[in-house]
């Protein structure tokens, strides 16, 4: 139980180009989402918080504008990187927390590793 | 001050030997404790939770809390270099999860 999917697992794009990464909760519902940027041997930085049905909350320094989400359903988060640019290219990691149980852990998708030429 | 603090590492034990993972933590309000590996390149995984004051073992795996003291550990057994990665501690208040900046353990053979 407790999986999340994450879709595409790569990705190159041409600078300026937009892309959307798909997360999704298999066997769970999920009223909260969550998406992080890891750069190569550093920590995992969250970047926002999305919740269904309403607006992300985004960490400081994270341009909204930029990083586009949207948590339309209970099993789908979407984060849509707008005029990508190679400062962009890193891990973004998205997990889901299971509704109901407010001890309960976040599960984290595999990851979708964005390269912008 | 960090509200979820871990050694950074890196951590190098023998294959065999017990490696030490150890984790403070910043608000006593806290209510749950996650440990999470992360090979490299790969998205973190949840290998232990642990709610209550004490131990809990699963497998080569323990964790420890110790509420009093805001601190939280992992012990593995007989590690193995298959065990060689970076691992997170996770401190909850609900709604919020915090993370630690992670332990890069290495089991050398």
């Known amino acids: 139980g407790a999986v999340v999917s994450q879709h595409p697992s790569w990705v190159i794009c041409k600078s300026g180009t937009s892309v959307k990464i798909e997360c999704r909760s298999l066997?769970?519902?999920?009223?909260?989402m969550f998406w992080y940027r890891q750069f190569p041997k550093q920590s995992l930085m969250l970047m926002a918080t999305s919740n269904e049905g309403s607006k992300a909350t985004y960490e400081q320094g994270v341009e909204k504008d930029k990083f586009l989400i949207n948590h339309a359903s209970l099993t789908l988060s979407t984060l849509t990187v707008t005029s990508a640019h190679p400062e962009d290219s890193s891990f973004y990691i998205c997990?889901?927390?299971?509704?109901?149980?407010?001890?309960?852990?976040?599960?984290f998708g595999p990851g979708t590793r964005l390269l912008v030429l | 001050q960090k509200e979820v603090e871990q050694n950074s590492g890196p951590l190098s034990v023998p294959e065999g030997a017990i490696a030490s993972l150890n984790c403070t933590y910043s608000d006593r309000g806290s209510q749950s404790f996650f440990w999470y590996r992360q090979y490299s390149g790969k998205s973190p995984e949840l290998i232990m939770f642990?709610?209550?004051?004490g131990d809990k073992e699963d497998g080569r795996f323990t964790a420890q809390l110790n509420k009093a003291s805001q601190y939280v550990s992992l012990l593995i057994r007989d590690s193995q270099p298959s065990d060689s990665a970076t691992y997170l501690c996770?401190?909850?208040?609900?709604?919020?999860?915090?993370f630690g900046a992670g332990t890069r353990l290495t089991v050398k053979p």
């Open positions: 066997d769970f519902q999920a009223t909260t």
């Open positions: 997990s889901a927390r299971p509704s109901g149980n407010i001890r309960e852990a976040q599960y």
């Open positions: 996770a401190v909850k208040k609900a709604p919020d999860m915090r």
């Open positions: 642990i709610y209550s004051n």
